[in-house]
């Protein structure tokens, strides 16, 4: 029985490692090229599995694709949602400043980013495929992960930004999470073009900058407004 137990432990092991070695190459792959450009045999191929751990682990490619996401969302999204929180109890009884709504927005991203690697971290790259190009079938996917967001972040954000429309906020987010895939998903073009300016490049600075420049685009007035 004792011997059973430790064979049965050890596959375990070996198919929760074969899991995650499919969702690693996939990541990589789907950074580099779009959903319909990978094919899952070079998904397979990267991995050093066979087509079939596929079908067992996710049922196909789009449910690859689906977990790839939540694989990294839902930490990030509730690290976004444990630092709002922090905010809130830091500042009490006072609004939280937008700066620190800003920093608990984006500092969980911000932790994916090293300058000092030699390419970015595929996620980033991943997600802004994502923003350029999504496919149709994970949209359900990202409305449901960012809903709890919006609802969390959002009266904060407007009672900072009295002079914006939910919906003007709404497209300035859209707005702040482009420019920071953007930056994030090229710090290494951006990192030797700083380095040739003897600015610092480490990932503090790189936040502070990005902060200040959304906080500016967030406070412009609304061109909606009567």
Do not use: C
């Not at 990978?38 to 087509?51: F, P």
């Not at 911000?110 to 970015?120: E, I, N, Q, Y």
């Amino acid at each position: 029985m004792a011997r059973a137990a430790r064979v049965s432990e050890s596959e375990g092991s070996r198919s929760a490692a074969t899991r995650e070695a499919l969702l690693d190459a996939a990541e990589i792959l789907f950074a580099r090229d779009s959903f319909a450009g990978v094919s899952l045999r070079a998904i397979t191929r990267k991995a050093r599995a066979n087509l079939a751990a596929v079908s067992y682990h996710f049922g196909g490619k789009e449910e690859l694709y689906r977990e790839m996401l939540r694989r990294r969302l839902h930490p990030i999204n509730a690290a976004r949602l444990r630092l709002l929180d922090a905010a809130l109890a830091a500042h009490a009884p006072r609004p939280v400043p937008l700066p620190a709504l800003l920093e608990a927005f984006l500092r969980p991203v911000a932790d994916l980013v090293d300058a000092t690697a030699p390419a970015p971290h595929p996620f980033v790259r991943v997600m802004g495929r994502f923003l350029l190009e999504p496919p149709a079938f994970v949209e359900a996917v990202a409305t449901r992960d960012f809903a709890e967001l919006g609802e969390r972040y959002g009266p904060h954000l407007l009672a900072q930004l009295p002079h914006l429309t939910p919906a003007t906020l709404l497209w300035r987010m859209r707005f702040v999470i482009g420019a920071a895939t953007a930056t994030f998903g090229r710090m290494q073009v951006i990192e030797r073009r700083l380095v040739a300016l003897g600015a610092p490049v480490d990932g503090a600075m790189l936040l502070r900058q990005l902060i200040a420049f959304v906080e500016a685009g967030l406070r412009a007035p609304d061109p909606a407004a009567p």
